[in-house]
C-alpha cells in the first residue's frame, strides 16, 4: 500500500516537472535594447482547464490577472514593468536592461472567475552590447502604451521613424508610458490619450530632418505651452503613414551619447580619523523665568470670574421675586410627575390633583362646586331625541 502510494507521488512529482519545464520561456536581450513580452491570456486558459476543450467542448474566456516579481523577491527588477489595462486584455512585461545579468521572473495567472492560478517562468537574460551613440525620444500623442507594445504596432512606428532617420539601422530602446512621467490621466472621452514616449536609437548621426530640432528656430517655435501642441513636423520631415503614430514635433529630443561624458572623480580617502579641533563647550542653560503672572491669568483670573458668576447666579435664584417664582414652578412640575408616578402603580387611586376643575395648590383642598356645574349642557341636543316629533 505505502509502495503504491510512494509511486502514485514520483508520478505527480515528474508531470509537475514536466509541466514546470513546459510552463518557461528563455529570452536573450542585448542591453540597452528594449525587451517586451506579450502574456497572452489564451495560453494561460489553455493552462487552467486543459482537457474541458478536448473532452466537453467547453470554450472558456475567463478574466485573468497577472501578477509579476522577481522569483524570491517581492518586486519586479527595477528595469522591467509590467501592464495589464483590463483582465479581458493581454499583459506586457517591458524595459529595457542597463546592466548584464540573468532575470528570473515568476508569473502568476488568476483566473477571476474559478480563482484558479497558474505559473509560468520567464528567464531574461540581459547580454553586454554597445550602447547605441545617437538617441532619440519621440512623443506620440494618440496612443497608449499597451496600443503601442505589440511587436506589429512597434515595427509600424519604427518604419515610419526609420525614413526621419534616413537609415534602417535603427532599434526601439525605450517605450514609457507619459503618466510615469508626469503626464497627466486623460479625461474619458474620445480622442484623449495618455500618451507614449519612444526612444530609438541609431549608429547612424542624425538625418537633417531630426538636426531640425536643435535648430533656435525650433525652440522659439516651441515656447509657450500651448504653442508647441500646434507645430507641426517640417513638411518634408512629416513621415507618418499612420494619424495615430505621428509624433509631436515639439517633444522630440536628441541625445548624442558619442562622447560619454567623463564620469567625476573619485572622492579622495582620508586617514579616517577626525581631525583635533578644541573641546567641546556645551551651550549654557537659559535664564530662568518667573511663572507667577502666567498663573494668575490662567488660573485665579477665571476662578475669580467663575466664583463671581456662582454668587451673581444665587443672588439671582433666592433672593429676587422672579427666581423664587422660578423655583416655585420647577417645583411643582416636580410634584405633579411624581404623582402621576405614584398612580401609574396604582391605578385605582384618586384622580389626580391637576385634573380636578378647581383645587388649592398647596392643601389640595377643592373649591367648592360652582352652581353652572349642575346645569346638565349637552341638555338642549337630547331635546329632539325625548320627544320626537309626530309624522
Ligand atoms: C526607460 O524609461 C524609464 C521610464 O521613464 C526609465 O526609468 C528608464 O531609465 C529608461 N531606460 C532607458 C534605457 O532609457
Not at 523577491?73 to 501592464?83: S, V
Not at 474559478?114 to 512623443?139: G, H, M, N
Not at 508610458?177 to 474620445?190: I, M
Not at 538625418?207 to 518634408?236: F, I, M
Amino acid at each position: 500500500m505505502a509502495e503504491r502510494r510512494s509511486w502514485f507521488f514520483f508520478f505527480i512529482a515528474c508531470a509537475v516537472s514536466v509541466w514546470g519545464a513546459k510552463a518557461e520561456f528563455k529570452f536573450t536581450v542585448p542591453v540597452g535594447k528594449l525587451f517586451t513580452y506579450e502574456l497572452m491570456r489564451e495560453t494561460f486558459q489553455n493552462d487552467f482547464e486543459p482537457l474541458s476543450k478536448l473532452y466537453a467542448g467547453n470554450l472558456y474566456d475567463d478574466p485573468i490577472i497577472f501578477k509579476c516579481k522577481l522569483q524570491n523577491f517581492p518586486d519586479l527588477p527595477e528595469w522591467i514593468r509590467f501592464t495589464q489595462r483590463h483582465p479581458y486584455d493581454n499583459g506586457f512585461l517591458y524595459g529595457t536592461p542597463m546592466v548584464p545579468g540573468k532575470s528570473i521572473i515568476e508569473v502568476w495567472a488568476v483566473n477571476k472567475r474559478s480563482y484558479q492560478t497558474t505559473r509560468q517562468i520567464v528567464v531574461i537574460k540581459a547580454v553586454e552590447e554597445k550602447i547605441l551613440p545617437y538617441q532619440a525620444e519621440f512623443f506620440i500623442k494618440l496612443r497608449e502604451i499597451e496600443k503601442v507594445l505589440p511587436p506589429a504596432v512597434q515595427s509600424e512606428i519604427k518604419a515610419d521613424l526609420q525614413r526621419l532617420w534616413n537609415t534602417e539601422a535603427l532599434e526601439i530602446v525605450n517605450i514609457t508610458n507619459a503618466l510615469d512621467r508626469g503626464g497627466r490621466v486623460p479625461l474619458p472621452l474620445a480622442g484623449h490619450f495618455e500618451g507614449v514616449y519612444v526612444k530609438v536609437g541609431s549608429e547612424q548621426y542624425f538625418s537633417n530632418c531630426l538636426l531640425k530640432v536643435l535648430n533656435p528656430e525650433h525652440s522659439r517655435q516651441c515656447s509657450g505651452a500651448d504653442k508647441g501642441a500646434k507645430v507641426k513636423v517640417p513638411g518634408e520631415c512629416n513621415f507618418c503613414s499612420i494619424p495615430s503614430n505621428c509624433i509631436t514635433w515639439c517633444k522630440t529630443q536628441l541625445f548624442d551619447l558619442s562622447n560619454p561624458t567623463p564620469a567625476p572623480p573619485a572622492p579622495t580617502m582620508g586617514s579616517g580619523i577626525m581631525e583635533e579641533g578644541g573641546d567641546f563647550d556645551p551651550p549654557e542653560s537659559p535664564p530662568s523665568r518667573d511663572y507667577f503672572p502666567d498663573y494668575i491669568v490662567t488660573v485665579i483670573v477665571p476662578l475669580i470670574i467663575a466664583i463671581v458668576l456662582c454668587v451673581l447666579l444665587a443672588y439671582v435664584m433666592f433672593c429676587r421675586r422672579e427666581g423664587v417664582f422660578q423655583l416655585y414652578h420647577h417645583h411643582t412640575i416636580h410634584d405633579n410627575a411624581d404623582e402621576l408616578r405614584n398612580m401609574a402603580a396604582d391605578r385605582s387611586g384618586p384622580p389626580p390633583l391637576s385634573t380636578l376643575p378647581m383645587f388649592n395648590y398647596r392643601t389640595g383642598e377643592r373649591a367648592p362646586p360652582l352652581p353652572s356645574d349642575s346645569i346638565p349642557l349637552i341638555l338642549a341636543q337630547q331635546e329632539p331625541h325625548s320627544d320626537p316629533e309626530p309624522r
